[in-house]
T-cell receptor
């Protein structure tokens, strides 16, 4: 079945450590996205990529980095520069040129930094 | 810039009743798309329904319908005959048709269906 796989589901890190969240899709979608969700809040866009080897900052990119070396993969690194990294992270993908196609989401990674 | 406003942080509804979740948006674009997503307590985001700004008819998908009033910039989700499984967070989102196709989300409404 086609879909988006995020791993791991839960992640625990010590403050000051960088951590990379995995996101893989087999939907052949061009565009991929990373969102952050805080408790009881909406989703805020961190980074997005519309083609391989290209990505743009979203609304809250500070303290995060991404790469898009393959169409299927869009890993997110939460660096030690991110002030409040504890959150729920959602990866999504969509067709690039179809504005009416919905984003398909993974099941998310819950990151806890202590 | 686009902005989505969901004014109802929480709603409580009796099972089998219809429920309307409010969504208003702000954009200077003439062409855009509006989406509704459901997020159960497990965390996954489930796409429910889509409405294009130039669609003349309100979108419907099973028990979900979208009450789209373009002049008022509102896109309310209507759930008919609510079920216990409808208890979840619901998010309204908007996407521009031109340019970068990122989705901007509202703050969400937590819907609780009581038996």
């Amino acid at each position: 079945d086609g879909g988006i796989t995020q791993s791991p589901k839960y992640l625990f890190r010590k403050e000051g450590q960088n951590v990379t969240l995995s996101c893989e899709q087999n939907l052949n979608h061009d565009a991929m996205y990373w969102y952050r969700q805080d408790p009881g809040q909406g989703l805020r866009l961190i980074y997005y990529s519309q083609i391989v080897n290209d990505f743009q900052k979203g609304d809250i990119a500070e303290g995060y980095s991404v790469s898009r070396e393959k169409k299927e993969s869009f890993p997110l690194t939460v660096t030690s520069a991110q002030k409040n990294p504890t959150a729920f992270y959602l990866c999504a993908s969509s067709w690039k040129s179809s504005y009416n196609s919905p984003l398909h989401f993974g099941n998310g990674t819950r990151l806890t930094v202590t | 810039a686009q902005k989505i406003t969901q004014t109802q942080p929480g709603m409580f509804v009796q099972e089998k009743e219809a429920v309307t979740l409010d969504c208003t948006y702000d954009t200077s674009d003439q062409s855009y798309g509006l989406f509704w997503y459901k997020q159960p307590s497990s965390g996954e985001m489930i796409f429910l329904i889509y409405q294009g700004s130039y669609d003349e008819q309100n979108a419907t998908e099973g028990r979900y319908s979208l009450n789209f009033q373009k002049a008022r910039k509102s896109a309310n989700l209507v759930i008919s005959a609510s079920q216990l499984g409808d208890s979840a967070m619901y998010f309204c989102a908007m996407r521009r048709i031109q340019g970068a196709q990122k989705l901007v989300f509202g703050q969400g409404t937590r819907l609780t269906i009581n038996p």
